[in-house]
């Protein structure tokens, strides 16, 4: 069925728009989120995005294990992860996760995605185009996420980057170098 990845930076329309493709499908759907509700910022973006989604779709809470809750999840069910950019700062807030520990969480839980036999839908945000961030540990986490984006595009059967709330489809460019 395929996996679509959609791309985006804040309030680009990403989760607005993996709802509406989840829905548009007409099956079930189970929607895992990655968000923890630590301050009162997370606990109002946390209480927006529930109301912007179908009181009847299963929701699982999971800030770390992602490749276990996808793998949990039933086949004819659309599946939606949102988002892989907290899910990352959640595995980072323990010191003991390195890089390499990351990146192979995100290739063992973007196999895991790819392999489904129902459409799923995986939201993150680019954090690579702006400015380089002053510490370490902001430009670790970018780069960081950069990488574990990358997986999940070679993953991805459709890759998206929202803008404005505009879909921009992405091509391989290794498969566009080829067909010339």
């Known amino acids: 069925m395929g996996m679509t990845f959609l791309l985006g930076g804040v309030a680009s329309g990403k989760s607005r728009t993996a709802t509406a493709l989840a829905a548009g499908t007409g ?11 630590r301050d009162d910022e997370m606990v109002v973006r946390i209480a927006r995005h529930r109301a912007e989604r179908p009181a009847t779709w299963a929701v699982v809470e999971e800030p770390l294990a992602l490749a276990a809750a996808i793998e949990r999840i039933a086949t004819p069910d659309v ?15 323990d010191d003991a996760t390195s890089d390499d520990e990351v990146l192979a969480l995100a290739a063992a839980a973007a196999k895991a995605t790819a392999s489904r036999d129902a459409p ?48 921009v489809t992405l091509s391989d460019p290794m498969t566009t170098l080829e067909d010339r």
Do not use: H, K
């Open 79 to 93: 599946l939606i992860v949102d988002c892989l950019t907290l899910w990352v700062s959640n595995l980072l807030g």
């Open 120 to 167: 799923t839908i995986v939201v993150s945000n680019e954090v690579g185009s702006g400015i380089v961030p002053a510490n370490a540990l902001a430009r670790r986490y970018r780069d960081l996420l950069g990488r574990v984006n990358a997986t999940f595009a070679d993953e991805a059967d459709t890759v998206v980057l929202m803008v404005a709330g505009r879909a």
């Open 27 to 37: 099956r079930p759907v189970t929607l895992i989120v990655t968000a923890e509700a």
